[in-house]
Nanobody, 120 residues
Framework: QVQLVESGGGSVQPGGSLRLSCTAS????????MAWYRQAPGKQRELVAA???????KYADSVKGRFTISSDYAKKTADLEMTSLTPEDTAVYYC??????????????WGQGTQVTVSS
């Protein structure tokens, strides 16, 4: 079983930046990647960014060039640096563990979620 604990998040004005962090613990098993999802009110949860143990990354089109995902495999952490934030980025952000491939596949390991609010 994998436990994921997020930190960071909060409120920021449009154009601002935030950094989210996630730490994994437990039996990692077949998990070879970590990712960040988000869910805005009334919308489906969507993949924001994913990173493999080897450092390969993928991003949602809506965040390319603004968000950067990084990880430390030895420490089992994954961070999401978010810049040029807009109100459309407002959501609960979730850390996730999964399998990296042509399509990122969640293994169902989720953090508790952290709120990001972008508002003037």
């Amino acid at each position: 079983q994998v436990q994921l604990v997020e930190s960071g998040g909060g409120s920021v004005q449009p154009g601002g930046s935030l950094r989210l962090s996630c730490t994994a613990s437990g039996t990692i098993g077949g998990m070879n990647a970590m990712a960040w999802y988000r869910q805005a009110p009334g919308k489906q949860r969507e993949l924001v960014a994913a990173i493999s143990n080897g450092g390969r990354t993928k991003y949602a089109d809506s965040v390319k060039g603004r968000f950067t995902i990084s990880s430390d495999y030895a420490k089992k952490t994954a961070d999401l640096e978010m810049t040029s934030l807009t109100p459309e980025d407002t959501a609960v952000y979730y850390c996730n563990g999964g399998i990296y491939g042509a399509v990122y596949r969640s293994l169902g390991y989720w953090g508790q979620g952290t709120q990001v609010t972008v508002s003037s």
